[in-house]
DNA sequence: TTCGAATTTGTTCACGTGAACATTTAATTT
DNA sequence: AAATTAAATGTTCACGTGAACAAATTCGAA
């Protein structure tokens, strides 16, 4: 079975018309009269037709142009993780000669991210990559995009949004029962748990309210009831309120952002026993994971979502291919036995 | 910046020669003169020639036929999760129209496995995807597939066979290791441990020894010794196995295959608060895991991994990307709040 | 009818590569 | 020096698509 490809022009000679009527019928464009429509779009239903990816990719000869739209990595390394994960598939496709160019914008500031968004808009991008931070603004800006035809892929944060390609991100509520899981079961003593937000941006909220509705929600099916929730705000001395709690009474801590690595030398020194899950695999969490002083981390996998949206953004834009509109990437539970092995998976790549 | 793309005809125009006398230089065939090798060559390197992958692609214009050998999964479910992640990517990449045939041996038997690898090699396939279960057979297999030019990708068994595209795999003794942490940090009693073998077949005779020796090098690193091995065959009666043991004895079981569902509610009944830690999500696994059978299990990823190798061997064989040597995946702890979000994964993919 | 315009259909080129084929130049033999 | 062969180089086609362009057909009006 040699099972020859099909193409447009076996299409013209059964239907027994030139290749440019079968074209024009396939596009609907131009002036074809009904007899010759109907026998191309017979031939076409019985034969299944289907376009040569490679060959319209090559007539096309585009380069394609992606914006990436994310909070600057340089305010918050949580964002660092994106940008690996960018950079190793940029890499990979590097042949296909993309053009990702790189909007941060600070997370601190709404109208910093209309002021980016606009740049990305008139730039006029073939697609976008983007963490839609801001909800109000977000919308608004994916809006633009819609009417203007720029496709997009969001990631991280979830809008609802069913314009985008696809939405990239996690199950936030049922991480916040993971950690609550993970801590039930850890701990050694039945005393009270503790909710940290690192409230620095008041956009994460949403984020953060999730996490801390799966943490309790998990606990109120226990029936334990010693639940409390601490907003940090950058301000705060951290010293001072954790002295309103006497060491043998808090058995577990729950950090709702990448932020663990800031109170954990604190938590583990002042109570005994006390068991501290937290967000993502920053440098200096990973340090304390190892050392101990980190029992968990529930890993976003930033560089995977952001990796398998670059890829998508390719995959529809440059060869067509139909994506899923949301895609929840799995928890991960690292520990410090299983670090590496996430770790690991940046390892560079050798390019050709 | 408009950054034309630099073709063959670029360098025949810089080097003031034809087309195919950079043809010529390029792929080393035919005579050329020195003085016009030279000339090409030094454009070449000045300008960092990189050949359009599509055009290639497109003249080559040839369907992939790709074999797959892999343990049958109807004599072992655990296998099911390869042809999952096979077909997924299939429906992916459909617009290449990749052959892919599939060649299932049967895992008890050495012979068939000769059989099978030599119908694979009198198909002639333009690459393969190959679980190397037999280690003997299975470096003779690959000899003859490299010296027949047949490119392949192994996973989930680990070969030191420098020949292949990739090696795909998972750190099976660091895994063992995943499990004592869990079972020492979950359980609430300084009883024994057990390790149980699935003897079934030799062949995973080493995968389960690595997984031992994670285990036992970490409990070796804690100062705790009382940790037993049982090895059950298929006729072994595991009751009468476990009556050896009292019911106030046992604090936690490492089950090193993915047949952990064949003892979990023996395990659960007989022993008070025993941790159970198994592999992998089959159905009857994730059953346990969800009614509280099983505590952990750990996902040895086949279905990412088979998903990987395919796209691996596409993207070499069709784009001629570099892969990486080995490509360990990220040993993956799962309980009974992040399964879903494994299982998720999973879900069917909208076909164009 | 016969011309002109509108409509419909057919042909050709470009995308970049690889390879077959054709042509020109150099080297060797008679 | 002419003829023959070998070496080197140039030209062209195919891959499948999309679109510009050219050609052919139809129709209405003079």
Known sequence: MPEKRITTKD?????NVSRGTVDRVIHGRGKVSEGARTKVEKVLKDINYQPNVIAQTLRANRKLKI??????????????AALAGINLERDKVAQFEIDIRHF?????????????????????????????FFYKESVAFLDKCTSLKIPYITFNTHLDTAQSLCAIGQDLCQSGRVAANLIHRLRRKEWSLLIFHFDEDISNALHMQEKERGF??????????????????????????????SSENVSGVFVTTSKSYKIADKIKSKFDDCILVGYDLLRENVNHLKSGNIDFLINQNLEIQARQGINYLIDSLLFKRQLPQK???????????????YLLMNESYPIQ
């Open 11 to 15: 299409i013209a000679r059964l239907a």
């Open 67 to 80: 914006a990436l739209l994310i909070p600057s990595p340089d305010e918050d390394p949580y964002w660092m």
């Open 104 to 132: 941060y914008f600070n997370q601190d500031d709404v109208s910093n991210f209309a002021t980016l968004s606009d740049e990305v808009l008139s730039d006029r991008p073939d697609g976008l990559l983007v963490v839609p």
């Open 216 to 245: 309790r929600e998990y606990f109120d099916e226990k029936e334990i009831r010693d639940v409390y929730t601490i907003n940090l705000k950058s301000t705060d001395n951290i010293d001072e309120i954790l002295s309103e709690f």
């Open 327 to 341: 895609e929840f990437l799995p928890i991960a539970i690292v520990s410090r036995e299983n670090i590496d092995s």
